[in-house]
């Protein structure tokens, strides 16, 4: 049973799950959003990370789902779990944790701290003006799909890492400290019908949006955006599954519909951030279960699974 399936099963009590964040109404004009992630030592991190490192990524990856949903940060908790007390350790971990927070003005209120194997658990919560939240479930036929930024980067590294290479100091800052893409989450309510952030790579991620939206989409690999280093690998080995699949991106994957292109190009230009078109939503096939074309790609890949 894969973690999506065991979700189902086990814990979707028709309470509407499926989003980067949970939205609970505060008042009648705002919503709360708000998201929780582990990471694991040899799971989401070399046991070689350094603290700043380890911290940054944590508190980061719930920034990017909250910057999914369009949300301004507000405040996290922090549930600590520590082999041990190293002093010297943790003064560099709260350090680092401390600039990410000032940086994205988010504050820390409460946590937990116990003894085990080490695991950081960070629940972030923003703020939103009710019912403007970007959700999963917008897409529609002939929308462009767009994705921040370049794709893979941190997926190399994992592996260059995993087969005792070392990556470049651009791959490994791609993999320890994805930048959470905030300010384009808020700039694209009003704007974007559907908006996901890529941590289990495009393919999933992108199906995720598909199925909650009841549409299809055609992707192309060409225009994928690629950094130098990625796209070198790629002519060397053709591992798209890598781009594809590889997961930690944290990047943004969102729609448009042609009525609001020009507004999105004015975000762009604004912020500053590349934004690559890589395809359209599609009508779902009647027939086809399989939702998703991906023009090029002559294989099926496989995300990465907890189970
Ligand atoms: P993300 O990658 O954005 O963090 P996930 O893929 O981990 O999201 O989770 C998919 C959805 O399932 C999310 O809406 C999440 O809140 C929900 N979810 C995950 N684990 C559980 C759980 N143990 N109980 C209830 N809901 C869960
Ligand atoms: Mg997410």
New binding site residues.
């Given amino acids: 049973m894969n973690e999506f399936d065991l979700?189902k099963k086990y814990?979707d009590w028709g309470q509407d799950?499926?989003?980067?964040c949970?939205l609970v109404s505060v008042n009648r004009y705002q919503q709360l959003a708000t998201?929780v992630?582990t990471l694991i030592e040899g799971v989401h991190f070399p046991a070689d990370t350094t603290p700043q490192d380890i911290a940054y990524k944590a508190l980061a990856v719930n920034l990017s789902?909250l910057a999914a949903m369009g949300a301004t940060p507000l405040y996290f908790t922090l549930a600590l779990t520590l082999p041990s007390v190293n002093e010297p350790w943790l003064e560099k971990f709260s350090q680092s944790l401390r600039v990410l927070a000032q940086q994205c003005s988010i504050h820390l209120i409460g946590g937990d701290t116990t003894k085990g194997a080490l695991s950081i658990t960070i629940n972030a919560t923003g703020i939103l003006t009710k019912n403007q939240a970007l959700l999963r479930s917008g897409a529609q036929a002939g929308d462009s799909i767009f994705v921040s930024n370049t794709l893979g980067d941190a997926a190399l590294a994992w592996q260059q890492l995993q087969n005792q290479q070392n990556p470049s100091t651009a791959l490994l800052e791609n993999f320890n400290r994805p930048e959470p893409r905030i300010k384009l989450g808020q700039s694209l309510l009003g704007i974007a019908n559907s908006c996901i952030?890529i941590?289990?790579g495009l393919q999933q991620d992108l199906s995720h949006i598909l199925t909650c939206s009841k549409v299809g989409a055609s992707i192309d690999l060409d225009v994928l955006p690629l950094s130098a280093e990625v796209a070198k690998h790629i002519a060397n080995t053709s591992d798209w599954c890598m781009v594809l699949a590889g997961g930690d991106d944290y990047e943004l994957c969102f729609t448009v519909s042609e009525a609001h292109i020009n507004k999105l190009k004015t975000v762009q230009e604004e912020l500053g951030v590349m934004l690559t078109k890589i395809g359209v939503i599609t009508l779902r096939s009647p027939v086809s279960q399989f939702r998703l074309t991906i023009e090029g790609l002559d294989k099926t890949c496989k995300s990465y699974q907890h189970f």
């Fill in positions: 979700i814990f799950i499926g989003d980067d949970a998201t992630d789902d952030d941590s289990d």
